[in-house]
Nanobody, 129 residues
Framework: QDQLKESGGGSVQAGGSLTLSCSGP??????WGWFRRAPGKELEGVAS??????????YYSSSVKGRFTISRDIPKNTLYLQMNALKPEDTALYYC??????????????????????WGQGTQVTVSS
């Protein structure tokens, strides 16, 4: 049974925006984030939060930094990925995952979880030029 459920994918033109949502449980001191797999490419880390009782710590891949924003709504147990200025190279199947950290090493977001993880089924994002 899937514990994480993504929504919000779709098709947009380059320069457009989409917001992905992921609902489900994610414990404190875990990472909660987004990965993507483009056709013919390896899994890539997009953005993650290290969940704290205070302020979460965000991490972004260099390819999306400045365009994407990750956030969460604690009462709703929902993670968001606001994606702006979308490019055709952002086209991929986007997965939400809650996983044991670290989320990053040397400040670089990891491209796959280092420890145990729970995944959603994925939501497709297609950006046309």
């Amino acid at each position: 049974q899937d514990q994480l459920k993504e929504s919000g994918g779709g098709s947009v033109q380059a320069g457009g925006s989409l917001t992905l949502s992921c609902s489900g449980p994610a414990p404190i001191n875990f990472c909660w984030g987004w990965f993507r797999r483009a056709p013919g490419k390896e899994l890539e880390g997009v953005a993650s939060l290290f969940l704290r009782t205070g302020t979460d710590t965000p991490y972004y891949s260099s390819s999306v930094k400045g365009r994407f924003t990750i956030s969460r709504d604690i009462p709703k147990n929902t993670l968001y990925l606001q994606m702006n200025a979308l490019k055709p190279e952002d086209t991929a199947l986007y997965y939400c995952a809650a996983y044991q950290g670290p989320c990053a090493r040397n400040g670089e977001l990891l491209d796959r979880p280092a420890g145990s993880s729970e995944w959603g089924q994925g939501t497709q994002v297609t950006v046309s030029s």
